[in-house]
């Protein structure tokens, strides 16, 4: 990317700042004005005429301002942008809501996508808290039929798997008790491998099989992003974040010019974010692409057509992973429209990944 003379990237910050505030084309008289720019507005016409030429702004029409494209919000994101801390006490806030559920996982992940979306007013993804590589803690066998059972599996990550298995011959529930008691203590804390090579020395009895092969395709089958399950908050109204309406106000004409330009971008961000919210849901993109996410740790920011999916092509994501690599953790994030407050949605992402690595590290031990 081209580096910018300060000029231009004072003008193309204030540029952004004021489209992702007030959702309208911005006019160079507006950027004067209001940002007290020390430039004449020729000068700021100039100026935006190059930023143009580097695809870093565009004019939706000849009489409108100029709005920011996706390389512009990269330019600013990387450059320009100031990233905006959480108040004190929206983090003591937080905190207490995590100390009333935290003996209880299974609330963690609701609760910190809806601590997201009321916050960024946007909607937030998360998958819930798992290790990538599945170990034994224990497991039930119960019986269904005379030759079917019901494989309850609990993981140390907490997770809980369940299968059905065919028997080779009838089996009481009492046996399939005696064999859960015999097998649980040689098989707790063993991963699919180590499980496979235990068998080999071990020489189970036919039943015993049966289960133990359940088990291990279970354990096989439990690092695959694939089948992970990604939760989505309900979408809060885009339109909350914009300031409020002035409809039944009597406007100057351009101020109600304005007016209906921003309302109708806004309705129209809305709209997308809920197709791409049900695209999610529907075809599973998700967790496709947590798979490509970089392993290291930080905040990752997807911006607009940088997605490699079209139906993501009119949002942004603000996403980061949580827990320690290789054991326990998962990924949480911010789906939004590309005019979002990047620097509020990076300081929020950050600071609920980290509320999650204390939680894991209290859970299971994690450094």
Known sequence: MTPLSPRK?????ALVEEYIHNATPVASETLVRKYELPFSSATVRHELA??????????????????????GYRYFVEHLMQES?????????????????????????RLTASVMARLLHSAAVMTPPRSIEGRIKH?????????????????MDGSVQQQRLLLEKPTQQD???????????????????????????????????????????????????????????????????????AVGLRLPPEEER???IRK??????HKRLQKVMDDL?????????????????????????????????????????????????????IIGPTRMQYGRAIAVVRYMSQVMDELLADAYGCE
């Open 9 to 13: 990237q004072q003008i193309l910050r």
């Open 50 to 71: 190059g930023l143009e030429e580097a695809n870093l702004i565009n004019q939706p029409h000849t009489s409108a301002g100029r709005v920011p494209t996706d390389l």
């Open 85 to 109: 801390a959480l108040l004190l006490d929206e983090q003591r806030l937080i905190r207490h809501m995590f100390y009333q559920v935290q003996d209880q996982l299974d609330q963690w992940v």
């Open 139 to 155: 497991f039930e066998v119960l019986a269904v039929t005379d030759l079917s059972v019901h494989l309850i599996l609990v993981l």
């Open 175 to 245: 046996e399939l008790s005696a064999i859960a008691a015999r097998l649980n203590p040689l098989f707790l804390g063993k991963n699919a491998d180590e499980l496979n090579t235990f068998l080999v020395t071990y020489e189970p009895a036919p039943v015993e099989r049966i289960i133990s092969n359940g088990i291990v395709r279970i354990l096989e089958q439990h690092g695959e992003m694939e089948g992970d399950v990604f939760f989505g908050e309900d979408i809060v109204n885009i339109l909350d974040q914009s300031t409020v309406s």
């Open 258 to 260: 304005a007016e209906r």
């Open 264 to 269: 109708m971008i806004e309705e129209l961000e």
């Open 281 to 333: 849901e529907q075809k599973r993109i998700l967790p496709v692409l947590a798979s490509h996410l970089p392993s290291s740790d930080g905040v990752q920011v997807i911006i607009g057509g940088e997605n490699q999916w079209d139906e993501m092509k009119d949002v942004s994501l603000v996403l980061a992973r949580y827990g320690q690599q290789g054991k326990v953790g998962g990924l949480l994030g």
